[in-house]
């Protein structure tokens, strides 16, 4: 069992349970209240392996897994397909819920909160060279045998990719 192992605990279908808090600037945290406020209550990625590698998307000066919020009339599922696909190129298929995070923001005293879950997820395709929706500011894709250091909850990430 790795060091992270002990941090977070998984339920009896093996899916991850866990809080997370993040402080944010003003701008970013009114921004992202501004959105569950108006009914984005859920967030998804996906953890896309393939060949020893990890499929990772760089937005906002870091890397992290393709994803994003929900839309409204959307599952879960289907939010995670059209976001790997806008962000990748890629095709995903849906696998299993690894992990379910209660991820709540704060500034000032303020909080707000939604959920976040990561899939497991198959992809096809060629990764596009043009990467992302105009709005999102994804600047780059890419394959990564070892986790970049700039890696959004990378702790997180390597305890899930080591189970």
């Given at each position: 069992?790795?060091?992270?192992?002990?941090?977070?605990?998984?339920d009896?279908?093996?899916?991850?349970?866990?809080?997370?808090?993040?402080?944010?600037?003003?701008?970013?945290?009114?921004?992202?209240?501004?959105?569950?406020?108006?009914?984005?209550d859920?967030?998804?990625?996906?953890l896309?392996?393939?060949?020893?590698?990890?499929?990772?998307v760089?937005?906002?000066?870091?890397w992290?897994?393709?994803?994003?919020?929900?839309?409204?009339?959307?599952?879960?599922?289907?939010?995670?397909?059209?976001e790997?696909?806008e962000?990748?190129?890629?095709?995903?298929?849906?696998?299993?819920?690894?992990?379910?995070?209660?991820?709540?923001?704060?500034?000032?005293?303020?909080?707000?909160?939604?959920?976040?879950?990561?899939?497991?997820?198959?992809?096809?395709?060629?990764?596009t060279?043009?990467?992302?929706?105009?709005?999102?500011?994804?600047?780059?894709?890419?394959?990564f045998?070892?986790?970049?250091?700039d890696?959004?909850d990378?702790?997180?990430?390597?305890?899930?990719?080591?189970r």
């Amino acid at each position: 069992m790795s060091d992270d192992a002990a941090r977070f605990e998984t339920d009896s279908a093996g899916v991850v349970r866990r809080e997370s808090e993040r402080e944010l600037d003003r701008e970013s945290f009114e921004s992202l209240a501004a959105r569950i406020d108006a009914g984005m209550d859920w967030g998804v990625a996906a953890l896309v392996e393939r060949d020893g590698e990890v499929l990772l998307v760089h937005q906002r000066d870091r890397w992290v897994l393709p994803g994003g919020g929900v839309e409204d009339g959307e599952s879960r599922e289907e939010a995670l397909v059209r976001e790997v696909r806008e962000e990748t190129g890629l095709e995903a298929t849906v696998g299993s819920l690894r992990s379910v995070t209660r991820q709540t923001f704060a500034h000032g005293g303020e909080t707000t909160a939604f959920r976040f879950a990561v899939y497991d997820a198959a992809v096809r395709g060629t990764l596009t060279d043009d990467p992302g929706l105009a709005d999102e500011n994804v600047a780059d894709v890419g394959w990564f045998r070892t986790l970049p250091a700039d890696t959004l909850d990378r702790p997180f990430l390597r305890f899930l990719l080591d189970r």
